[in-house]
């Protein structure tokens, strides 16, 4: 007889020894044992779970485990994982054992295909991938569609991973592989079916667009001001003036359209119009904090100050490293440089901000920390707002 734990748990010891070398051999560097971390990981979730007893005749032939005294954790420990490394015109998967190419179109027919072809039904199939803005809609609306859990994962972890486990090479093939082995690092409420909302993206669409717009105009100005200072010749002036014109319009345009399309929504309506009666938020950084608010809809107050990247950060070792604390600057950029001036504004105007920015600068703090402890504080009340769905209120 002999005690077997599922993949999921065993990890890299779990798996037999040539699946460890074929696996080993994708990587240029190769882990010599697994981290402490790893092992801290799997002892825990092992202790969580009950050892299935199984024959080594149906452990040899990976038959599937039918005396496990739990059916349900049973369930949960059979994943079929596929890592997918997208790009702009092609998937590459990874399905532990051999590499396969996808056409990124929309419907992913051809991935669908192979899906249904290697498995009955999508319950215990994990997809792994990044989030790589436009490039990985196609899979999040296929695997949305499709009831398939999926692992979204940063960018900025997948690639601190390769470099923990010695990849010094990047194709699209080794990206594709790489997260198939961080499979094992992966927190199970992590894995979920991705949920689209068809109000959040419509909001995104349109507060990207006037970024886009907005710092084309500021580009525009920037150079006319230059030509300016160069005696640039009048007609090229006028011409880029009269586009520096065209792109302010367009600018006016984009936020009536925006606000059109919140005021046809009963939900997003009530929303706007309470984020609007705080004090220093204006119709922009309503827009902004309500697309942010409605796509991380299960937030507490340290996830959505983390999320526009107002978190602190310090780094320190020993007595000889002890840097300055800072913010992070990992969440969203858009909606943290959105809310710089109506912070100022707040200051100003809003109570409970002013008294936050005052108490500290009498602690001797610099203007810049409190005018970022008065931004953080500014996300928290709309965040509550939101939340409570109420408009704000002093008392």
């Known amino acids: 007889m002999l005690y077997f734990a599922s993949e999921e748990f065993s990890g ?21 044992r697994p981290s402490t971390s790893l092992n801290s990981i799997r002892s825990e979730m092992a202790r969580a779970t009950s050892a299935c007893v199984v024959t080594r005749s149906s452990y040899g032939k990976g038959l599937p485990i039918t005396n496990s005294p739990n059916k349900i954790i049973r369930r949960f420990l059979m994943k079929y994982y596929i890592a997918i490394d997208v790009s702009k015109e092609v998937l590459s998967v990874f399905d532990g054992k051999k590499d396969l190419t996808f056409k990124n179109e929309r419907g992913l027919r051809a991935l669908k295909s192979y899906l249904k072809e290697k498995f009955e039904t999508f319950d215990d199939v994990v997809i792994i991938f990044e989030s790589t803005g436009p490039y990985s809609n196609y899979l999040k609306k296929f695997c949305a569609t499709n009831q398939i859990k999926t692992c979204i994962i940063n960018p900025k972890r997948s690639s601190n991973f390769a470099k ?127 697309y942010l608010f409605k796509n991380y809809k299960d937030t507490n107050r340290s996830q959505i100050t983390a999320l526009v990247g107002l978190d602190p950060t310090r780094k320190e070792s020993g007595t000889s490293i002890s840097g300055r604390r800072k913010i992070s ?67």
């Open 12 to 32: 890299w010891l779990g798996q037999m020894r040539p699946e460890r070398l074929s696996i080993g051999n994708q990587f240029v560097g190769q882990m010599d």
């Open 164 to 290: 923990a486990i010695g990849n010094r090479s990047k194709t699209d093939k080794i990206d594709a592989k790489t997260l198939y082995a961080f499979k094992n690092l992966i927190n199970p409420g992590d894995i979920k079916v991705p949920e689209i909302d068809k109000d959040v993206e419509v909001l995104s669409a349109y507060l990207s667009s006037y970024e886009f717009v907005l710092k084309t105009r500021i580009s525009i100005s920037n150079h006319i001001e230059a030509l300016e200072h160069n005696d640039a010749p009048k007609k090229l002036l006028s011409t880029l003036k009269q586009e520096f014109k065209r792109n302010k319009q367009l600018e006016g345009r984009l936020l009536n359209k925006t606000e059109k399309h919140i005021e046809k929504n009963k939900e997003l309506k009530e929303d706007y119009h309470n984020l609007l009666t705080i004090p220093g938020i204006g119709k922009i950084s309503a827009i902004a904090l309500l």
């Open 329 to 395: 600057k990992n969440g969203n950029g858009t909606v943290r440089k959105i809310l710089y001036f109506p912070t100022l504004t707040a200051i100003n105007y809003n109570k409970r901000i002013k008294t936050v920015y005052e108490r500290l600068i009498n602690n001797h703090k610099s203007k810049k920390v409190a005018l970022i402890a008065a931004m953080r504080k500014l996300v928290l009340i709309a965040h509550a707002v939101y939340k409570n769905k109420v408009e704000f209120s002093i008392a």
